[in-house]
């Protein structure tokens, strides 16, 4: 445990009114949390003192009101990535004694060079409590038996979620080390009622099933909860996992760098809620770096409140949203995102001058049943992306006319809904990736062209 002299995050009780705070109310609450961990940073984390100290803070009074906090400068993952680079192993954003920590993850490097996180027991606690936020937003309680469907590799991924699990006092069942068939037989077996991967992974688990017989949509499963990826605040995504589950799916969001901040309630389909008792939430335009007004789309920032061993303050996560301050028909006032997360703002594509991000793309894709997987294709030709689209079909739909009729049908909806003449083509089942976590269904497959 760090000395006396290292301050630590306050334990501040979960309780349910600060999800009901006025705007007024829960900036105070944010200020609050906030000063007395700027006093610390300022006093040992040789990060955050260098780029604190260039803007002139000498101390967390320093900060009266969110717009003194905005003074604070923007934290980028190449930031993160550089320190690295410069104090390996794990950099100089350490406030704490190497000592004091108890946990290594890393991020799962999908967008670049995989950054090394140390966690301490007091932020792994309050990882598992944001998360036990997530759990009752769902509707899952201490009754439920949660199994994850998860390797519990070196990534963030659904770690805090096994903790959240076990504050929240429900059973939890490790999926670890089995084949997708062992994880149904496993699920089924111990009657889980809820069920926690990726929304990919979760129509892969489906896609088993069927192929075996399984049934999961009369199985004690009554919720899907997700995180990892966008997906499952993609609409046609999911009605397809509902529909093949019989359960109600609840998205979730976070990263290693951020942690756990955002969660879908019940009574706001396809919304995520940002945990803003825990982060300070900002929408920014990406190229002015100003703040843009509710109902604009931007990219999502984020300062996290309660894990000072290892912080982010003003981070930009490259999360494309859309924010909005109305009150939630559950009754919370917290910051909520309409859609969930968009996408990426690194992952646009630009198709003959139209932007498109994928998730739009698999939103019409998913709206039809016959799609078990699909691959997006991106060639640079003449200097300009080209996309193909590869679909694979139920394997019980193998007549040549028929695949072509589901496949002209959906490029025939992405002309319609996005403007997008794509080229395209059926390949036989089995061709297609599958994904456990993170899917990567957008392929560079040449650079320039003739």
């Known amino acids: 445990m760090a000395s006396s002299g290292y301050g630590l995050p306050r334990r501040t009780p979960r309780d349910e009114a600060v999800e009901r705070l006025d705007r007024e109310q829960l900036a105070q609450h944010q200020l609050a949390r906030l000063r007395p961990m700027l006093d610390v940073l300022l006093a040992h984390n040789p990060f955050w003192r260098e780029r604190l100290r260039a803007v002139g803070l000498r101390g967390g009074a320093d900060i009266e009101s969110l717009a003194d906090f905005r003074r604070l400068p923007f934290l980028t993952k190449a930031d993160l990535v550089a320190d690295q680079e410069a104090y390996p192993p794990?950099?100089?954003?350490?406030?704490?004694?190497?000592?004091?920590?108890?946990?290594?993850?890393?991020?799962?490097?999908?967008?670049?060079?995989?950054?090394?996180?140390?966690?301490?027991?007091?932020?792994?606690?309050?990882?598992?409590?944001?998360?036990?936020?997530?759990?009752?937003?769902?509707?899952?309680?201490?009754?439920?038996?949660?199994?994850?469907?998860?390797?519990?590799?070196?990534?963030?991924?659904?770690?805090?979620?096994?903790?959240?699990?076990?504050?929240?006092?429900?059973?939890?069942?490790?999926?670890?080390?089995?084949?997708?068939?062992?994880?149904?037989?496993?699920?089924?077996?111990?009657?889980?009622?809820?069920?926690?991967?990726?929304?990919?992974?979760?129509?892969?688990?489906?896609?088993?099933?069927?192929?075996?017989?399984?049934?999961?949509?009369?199985?004690?499963?009554?919720?899907?909860?997700?995180?990892?990826?966008?997906?499952?605040?993609?609409?046609?995504?999911?009605?397809?996992?509902?529909?093949?589950?019989?359960?109600?799916?609840?998205?979730?969001?976070?990263?290693?760098?951020?942690?756990?901040?955002?969660?879908?309630?019940?009574?706001?389909?396809?919304?995520?809620?940002?945990?803003?008792?825990?982060?300070?939430?900002?929408?920014?335009?990406?190229?002015?770096?100003?703040?843009?007004?509710?109902?604009?789309?931007?990219?999502?920032?984020?300062?996290?409140?309660?894990?000072?061993?290892?912080?982010?303050?003003?981070?930009?996560?490259?999360?494309?949203?859309i924010a909005t301050e109305e009150p939630c028909d559950c009754g919370r006032t917290f910051l909520r995102l309409k859609g969930g997360v968009l996408g990426r703002t690194d992952d646009m594509l630009v198709v003959r001058g139209i932007n498109v991000f994928p998730s739009a793309i698999e939103n019409i894709v998913r709206q039809h049943g016959a799609v078990v997987e699909y691959e997006i294709e991106v060639r640079q030709v003449r200097g300009m992306a080209e996309l193909r689209l590869r679909l694979e079909l139920a394997p019980d739909l193998q007549a040549a006319e028929s695949q072509q009729a589901v496949l002209h049908a959906v490029l025939g909806a992405l002309h319609q809904q996005l403007h997008l003449r794509l080229d395209g083509e059926v390949v036989p089942p089995g061709t297609l990736p599958r994904y456990e976590l993170k899917a990567r269904r957008v392929r560079i497959v040449a650079m320039g062209g003739p």
């Open 90 to 321: 794990y950099g100089s954003n350490l406030t704490y004694p190497e000592e004091h920590y108890v946990r290594l993850l890393r991020t799962s490097g999908t967008t670049g060079r995989p950054l090394r996180w140390l966690e301490t027991e007091e932020s792994l606690t309050w990882g598992a409590r944001n998360w036990v936020a997530s759990f009752r937003a769902a509707g899952i309680g201490p009754s439920d038996r949660i199994f994850f469907a998860f390797s519990f590799g070196p990534f963030l991924a659904y770690w805090g979620a096994w903790e959240g699990a076990r504050l929240l006092g429900a059973l939890a069942m490790s999926g670890g080390a089995m084949n997708s068939l062992e994880r149904l037989h496993f699920l089924l077996d111990h009657r889980a009622t809820v069920l926690a991967c990726t929304p990919t992974y979760t129509l892969r688990l489906a896609e088993v099933a069927a192929e075996h017989g399984l049934d999961i949509r009369n199985s004690a499963v009554r919720r899907t909860i997700h995180g990892g990826e966008p997906g499952a605040c993609i609409p046609s995504t999911k009605d397809r996992i509902e529909a093949l589950w019989g359960a109600r799916s609840c998205d979730t969001a976070g990263s290693t760098e951020t942690g756990h901040w955002g969660y879908e309630c019940l009574a706001a389909r396809c919304d995520l809620h940002v945990e803003e008792s825990e982060f300070i939430a900002e929408v920014i335009d990406p190229d002015t770096l100003a703040p843009v007004p509710p109902g604009t789309p931007g990219e999502l920032v984020l300062t996290n409140l309660g894990r000072w061993g290892m912080p982010v303050l003003r981070y930009r996560t490259r999360d494309r949203v």
